[in-house]
C-alpha cells in the first residue's frame, strides 16, 4: 500500500521497525484524500539545440541523454496543493508524521509519474529534470510553458521553485516516431 | 437593480483560439496589429454576439514585465480597438477581461492578497470605466477570484461578470467547490456569476444543477469546445458548432443569462448558439434561501443538523492564549483551530482582543495562518469595527462574523462592510435599553434588526439571531427567557439562530452539568448553531446524542463511531519505564504524566539533565550512527516535548534560554527542515525565533539586532535562492550587530557554507544543535 521508495525518503535505511512502518501507513491514510493528480504531457521533435515547443536544450547532460531521439516528451505532474497544506497542518501537532508525510508525497510522486511515462509508446529515457547535470533550474520556465502547467495549478516562483512543492517536471526521449 | 436580471445576452468565443500561435503576448497585437483583433471581434459580433470581450486577459503587469508595453498602454488599445467593432451596432457591449496572474498567492506562493489585489486594480484602472462592463474569468483559485472582483468592485462601477474554471471533479484547483465559490462571489455582490474553461458544455451541464440551486444571481456558462485531444500534433477539440449550440440552448432554457464560449470555440459555434437560441425567454432569477459560510473550498451549510463553533481562541479567562498573544506565539492559536476541527468544530471562532496587543496586526495573522492549514471556516469574532474590516477583507471565502447588535452605531458600522466583503452575521438582541426583559422585546429587535440588513441588500438568510443566555444564578428566570425568545425568532421569523451556552452557569458549582443540559433544551428550541468548546465531552456528547434521538445520525453510525470502543488500538502505556526510557521509545502519551509523577520528588532542573537530556543525547547518537532514523529521532523530540509541557506548567514561564533565530530565505518556502531544526533545539533549552519563510534579508538582520540574538540559523533548498543566504548573512554585517550564523539545507556543501562566509555548516538536524552547544559555550 505504502509507495515502494516511501521509507527510504523517510531516512530509513535496513531493516524498518514497526513503528515506522505504522507511522508510513498513518500518513498514507492522512495523505490519500488530499491529493488531486494532475498532469501535462506534450511531445515535440527535437531540433538541435532546443525541442520545437520552445524548450532551450542548455548544456550538454541533456543533449546527451536525448541523443539518437528524434523527439521528447515533457511532462509536469502534481499531487496538488492539499498535499502541501496537509503537511503544513501536520508540522503543528507532530513533526514526525509530517516528515512521513512529505516521504510518501514524494514517494507516490514519482510512481505516478513512472505511470505516466509507462503509458506513452516510445518512451527510451528516464526522466530528465532542470537542475540534473547541467542542465540549469533557469530551464524550468520554459517546460512549464510549453505544457502549459498553469491549467493544472503549477507555476514557478521567482527562485524557480515549483509550487505546489510536490511537482514534478521532466524531459523524456522518444525513440520510435510517433 | 442587476444589469442582467430581464436578458439573455450571448457572449463572444475564444481570441487564442481565432489568433492561432503568437509571437510573444497575445495582449501586445492591440497595439501591433490591432486589425487582427478588430477582425476577431467583428466576426463575432456578426455572428450575434452582444458582448465582446476586449483582448486585455493577461493585460497586468506581471505578464507584460520586459515587454516594452505598458499596461496602460495595452488596456488602453484593447478597449479601444473593442469600443470601434461595437460602435455603431445595437444591443452591443464590451468587457474588460481579466484573466489569473499566472501565480498562486501566499501561503501556496509568494505574492500576497494585497500585492494581487494592486496588480488587478492598476489594470482596471487603466480602462477607466470605458467599457460596459468587467469579466473577471478563468480563475482557478478562490482568493485570486476574491482580489480581482474586490479589485473591479472598488476601482470602477461597471458590472462585474465572475466566472470560475473547474475540473472533472466540480472543484477548482485550489479546492473550492461550487457552493463555496457561489456564496463568497455573491458576498462580494458580483453582477453574474458562472463557468467558463476547463471543461466542454456536457460537464458543464452535470455541473449546472447545483450552481444554480445556490446561485441567487444571474448566471453565465462559457464552455470550452468539449474536451481536448491531439490530432496530427495538434490540439482538437470534440464539440462541433452544431451540438455546443443545442447544449447551450438547454442551458439557455434552464436559465442561463449569459452565454459564451471558451478555448476551441469559434464564430461558428457563436453564430448556431444564437440561431437556436433566438426567442428563448429569460427565465426569472430566484432568491435561493441557504446559509451558506465558505473557507478557500469548504462550504458549510446551515441545514437541520445544528452546527459547532468552536469557542476556544478567545483570550477571555484563558491564561495560557494570554500568554500566547502577548508572545506572538502563532503556532499556539493553530493548534488550537486544529484542536477543535479534529474534535468536530464545523465553525472556529476567532477573537485575539487583548488590550496588551495589537488586536488588528494578531487577527490578520491569525486568520491568514488559520486558513492556510485549515478548511474550517472561521466566525471573525472582535468588537472593534476596524478589526473585522481587516479581517473580512483579507479572509479567503465567506466568513462568519460576531457581531453586530441592535444600537444604531452598531449597525452602522458593521453591515457596510457585510455589504462589501459578504458574511453570514450574528445578530445580537440588545440596543441602547439594554437587552429586553422579555421574549417578545427580544424577537422585536431581531425584527429591526433584519429589516435595517434588508436596507444594505443583506437578505434575512445571512443573518445569525442570539438571543443571549444571561446568568441563571442572578435571574432564575434568565434561560427560560433565552429559549422563548429563541423558539420565536425561529418560528416566526424564521431566521438561523446561535447561542453561546456556558455564560447560563457562571458562578455555580460544576457548570459542565447545567451547560450541557441548557444546550439540549436550546437545541430543542431549535437552535441552529451553538458556540461550545469542542474538546468538552459533556458539550459534544450532548449534541451527538441530540443528533440522534432526533434522527439527523441515520443509523446512529456518527454516535456509534464516537463511542465505540476500539479494542484493537492498545498503545504501550509505558507506565513501567522511566521517563528516560519513555523519551527514547517515544511514546509520546505518557511522557506527560510521568513528569507530572516525578515532579513530586524532583525539581524541573533534575529532571530535564537526568532524564531529558539523556534521553535526547542517546536518540542523537543513535541518529549519528545510523541505528535511529529521522521518523524516530522526531518521536522522541515531540516526547520530549511534552515531558516540558509538564514542566513548564508547574515552574514560572521561563523562557531563559540562549536565543536562537531561525528562517527560510528569501524567496525559498520549503520549512520542513526548518521546523524539524526548531523542535530538536527547543528541546535543548534554547529560545527559538522563528521569522518563518520566504523572509527578507533586512528582516532577519533587523529582529537578531532587536533581540540581540547571536546565532541566526538559515535555510534553503534551492541554488537559486542560496543566493538570498549570501545576501543575508551581508546585511548581517553590515548592521554592526555581532553574531555567528549557521545554514543548512540540501543543496548546501561546507564549502558552499565558507564562500558565503556562513560561520557554521548544518549537516544534518542533530549537526544544528551541537552546533548551538559550541556556539554557546564559547559567547
Redesign the interface.
Known amino acids: 500500500m505504502i509507495p515502494r521508495d516511501a521509507l527510504r525518503f523517510m531516512g530509513v535505511t535496513g531493516t524498518p521497525d514497526k513503528e515506522v512502518i505504522a507511522l508510513a501507513e498513518e500518513a498514507y491514510d492522512a495523505l490519500l484524500p488530499q491529493i488531486s493528480k494532475k498532469h501535462r504531457i506534450i511531445i515535440s521533435s527535437v531540433a538541435g539545440e532546443s525541442l520545437d515547443c520552445a524548450v532551450p536544450l542548455l548544456g550538454s547532460d541533456i543533449k546527451r541523454h536525448l541523443e539518437g531521439c528524434p523527439a521528447a516528451a515533457v511532462l509536469v505532474a502534481t499531487l496538488g496543493a492539499g498535499a502541501d497544506m496537509l503537511i503544513r497542518r501536520t508540522q503543528l501537532t507532530s513533526m514526525a508524521k509530517a516528515v512521513a508525510i512529505d516521504a510518501v508525497a514524494s514517494a507516490l510522486l514519482e510512481e505516478y509519474c513512472d505511470e505516466i511515462c509507462g503509458s506513452i509508446k516510445g518512451i527510451s529515457t528516464p526522466r530528465f529534470s532542470p537542475g540534473y547535470g547541467d542542465f540549469p533550474i533557469e530551464a524550468q520556465p520554459f517546460l512549464l510553458n510549453a505544457c502549459k502547467a498553469h491549467k493544472i495549478g503549477v507555476s514557478c516562483l521567482e527562485s524557480l521553485m515549483m509550487i505546489p512543492s510536490k511537482t514534478v517536471s521532466a524531459i523524456l526521449g522518444i525513440q520510435s516516431g510517433d | 437593480m442587476n444589469f442582467f436580471s430581464d436578458k439573455i445576452l450571448f457572449i463572444d468565443g475564444a481570441m487564442g483560439t481565432m489568433l492561432g500561435k503568437t509571437e510573444g503576448l497575445p495582449e501586445i497585437l492591440n497595439v501591433t496589429e490591432p486589425d487582427r483583433i478588430k477582425k476577431i471581434h467583428t466576426a463575432y459580433l456578426d455572428s450575434g454576439a452582444n458582448i465582446i470581450t476586449a483582448n486585455t486577459f493577461g493585460a497586468n503587469r506581471l505578464k507584460l514585465e520586459g515587454s516594452g508595453y505598458s499596461v496602460e498602454q495595452i488596456v488602453a488599445a484593447g478597449v479601444q480597438n473593442a469600443h470601434l467593432c461595437v460602435s455603431g451596432r445595437k444591443n452591443t457591449y464590451t468587457s474588460l477581461d481579466i484573466g489569473?496572474l499566472?501565480?498562486?498567492l501566499a501561503?501556496?506562493?509568494?505574492l500576497s492578497f494585497d500585492e494581487a489585489y494592486d496588480i488587478f486594480a492598476q489594470t482596471i484602472r487603466a480602462a477607466g470605466d470605458r467599457t460596459d462592463f468587467i469579466s473577471v474569468e478563468t480563475m482557478?483559485?478562490t482568493y485570486e477570484l476574491k482580489a480581482a472582483v474586490l479589485a473591479a468592485k472598488e476601482n470602477s462601477s461597471l458590472p462585474v461578470i465572475a466566472t470560475f474554471s473547474l475540473?472533472e471533479?466540480g472543484?477548482m484547483?485550489?479546492?473550492a467547490d461550487i457552493i463555496s465559490v457561489v456564496s463568497m462571489l455573491e458576498g462580494l455582490r458580483a453582477d453574474a456569476l458562472g463557468l467558463n474553461c476547463g471543461l466542454g458544455p456536457k460537464q458543464f451541464a452535470a455541473l449546472y444543477g447545483t450552481l444554480k440551486e445556490y446561485c441567487s444571481i444571474p448566471t453565465a456558462l462559457l464552455p470550452n469546445a468539449g474536451m481536448p485531444y491531439?490530432s496530427g500534433?495538434e490540439t482538437v477539440y470534440d464539440t462541433a458548432a452544431e451540438e455546443f449550440a443545442q447544449y447551450m440552448k438547454e442551458f439557455a432554457l434552464g436559465g442561463v443569462r449569459l452565454l459564451g464560449g471558451c478555448c476551441g470555440t469559434t464564430p461558428e459555434h457563436i453564430r448556431r448558439m444564437t440561431e437556436l437560441c433566438e426567442g428563448i425567454t429569460p427565465a426569472p432569477v430566484t432568491q435561493k434561501n441557504h446559509t451558506v459560510v465558505s473557507s478557500y473550498g469548504k462550504s458549510v451549510i446551515f441545514g437541520e443538523k445544528p452546527l459547532i463553533v468552536g469557542e476556544r481562541i478567545n483570550p477571555t479567562g484563558k491564561k495560557k492564549l494570554k500568554e500566547a498573544l502577548k508572545a506572538k506565539d502563532i503556532?499556539y492559536i493553530?493548534?488550537e483551530g486544529?484542536l477543535q476541527t479534529e474534535a468536530g468544530a464545523d465553525i472556529l471562532d476567532v477573537n485575539v482582543g487583548l488590550p496588551e496587543i495589537d488586536e488588528k496586526e494578531m487577527m490578520e495573522r491569525a486568520v491568514f495562518h488559520l486558513q492556510?492549514?485549515?478548511?474550517t471556516p472561521l466566525q471573525l469574532d472582535s468588537s472593534s469595527p476596524a478589526v473585522l474590516e481587516r479581517s473580512m477583507r483579507i479572509y479567503n471565502g465567506k466568513p462568519m462574523i460576531n457581531s453586530v447588535n441592535g444600537k444604531e452605531e452598531s449597525m452602522r458600522a458593521v453591515f457596510p462592510l457585510v455589504q462589501k466583503y459578504g458574511g453570514v452575521v450574528v445578530a445580537l438582541t440588545l440596543d441602547e435599553s439594554g437587552i429586553p426583559e422579555t421574549a417578545q422585546g427580544r424577537a422585536a429587535i431581531a425584527e429591526k434588526i433584519i429589516a435595517r440588513a434588508q436596507t444594505y441588500g443583506i437578505p434575512k438568510k445571512d443573518i445569525v439571531v442570539d438571543t443571549l443566555t444571561l446568568t441563571v444564578s442572578s435571574d432564575s428566570e434568565a434561560p427560560v427567557k433565552t429559549l422563548d425568545a429563541l423558539k420565536t425568532v425561529s418560528e416566526k421569523l424564521g431566521v438561523k439562530t446561535i447561542l453561546g451556552v456556558s455564560n447560563v452557569s457562571f458562578g455555580i458549582p460544576q457548570r459542565e452539568k447545567v451547560n450541557r443540559s441548557f444546550l439540549t433544551l436550546a437545541l430543542c428550541s431549535g437552535l441552529s448553531c451553538a458556540i461550545l468548546n469542542p474538546l468538552s465531552e459533556d458539550m459534544m456528547s450532548s449534541v451527538f446524542a441530540f443528533n440522534v434521538l432526533r434522527g439527523y445520525d441515520k443509523d446512529c453510525r456518527e454516535y456509534v463511531k464516537r463511542y465505540s470502543l476500539d479494542e484493537s488500538v492498545r498503545e504501550k502505556t509505558g507506565a513501567e519505564d522511566t521517563l528516560k526510557e519513555i523519551i527514547i521509545s517515544?511514546l509520546k502519551a505518557a511522557a506527560y504524566a510521568k513528569t507530572k509523577e516525578l515532579l513530586a520528588g524532583m525539581e524541573p532542573l533534575e529532571i530535564i539533565n537526568e532524564h531529558i537530556i539523556p534521553a535526547l543525547d542517546i536518540v542523537g547518537k543513535g541518529f549519528e550512527d545510523?541505528k535511529v532514523?529521522?521518523?524516530?529521532l522526531?518521536?522522541s523530540?515531540?516526547t520530549a516535548q511534552n515531558a516540558f509541557e509538564a514542566l513548564k506548567e508547574g515552574a514560572a514561564a521561563q523562557n531563559d534560554g540562549e536565543k536562537i533565530i531561525l528562517a527560510t530565505v528569501k524567496?525559498?518556502?520549503?520549512?520542513?527542515g526548518k521546523?524539524?531544526v526548531k523542535?530538536l533545539l527547543a528541546n535543548y533549552g534554547y529560545s527559538i525565533i522563528d521569522l518563518g519563510r520566504d523572509v527578507p534579508p533586512e528582516d532577519i538582520a533587523a529582529a537578531a539586532k532587536k533581540e540581540n540574538v547571536k546565532l541566526v540559523g538559515l535555510s534553503a533548498?534551492?541554488?537559486?535562492?542560496v543566493v538570498s543566504m549570501e545576501e543575508t548573512i551581508k546585511a548581517l554585517k553590515a548592521s554592526g550587530h555581532k553574531c555567528r550564523v549557521m545554514v543548512g539545507g540540501a543543496v548546501l556543501t561546507p564549502e558552499y557554507a565558507d564562500m558565503i562566509g556562513a560561520d557554521f555548516y548544518a549537516r544534518d538536524a542533530m549537526s544544528a544543535v551541537a552546533i548551538a552547544r559550541e556556539c554557546f559555550d564559547v559567547f
Open positions: 489569473p499566472g501565480t498562486l501561503p501556496m506562493g509568494t482557478t483559485d475540473d471533479n472543484k484547483l485550489c479546492g491531439i500534433g503556532d493553530l493548534r486544529i492556510s492549514i485549515l478548511p517515544g545510523k532514523f529521522l521518523p524516530g522526531l518521536s523530540a515531540e524567496g525559498d518556502i520549503h520549512d520542513i521546523n524539524i523542535l533548498l534551492m541554488t537559486t535562492t
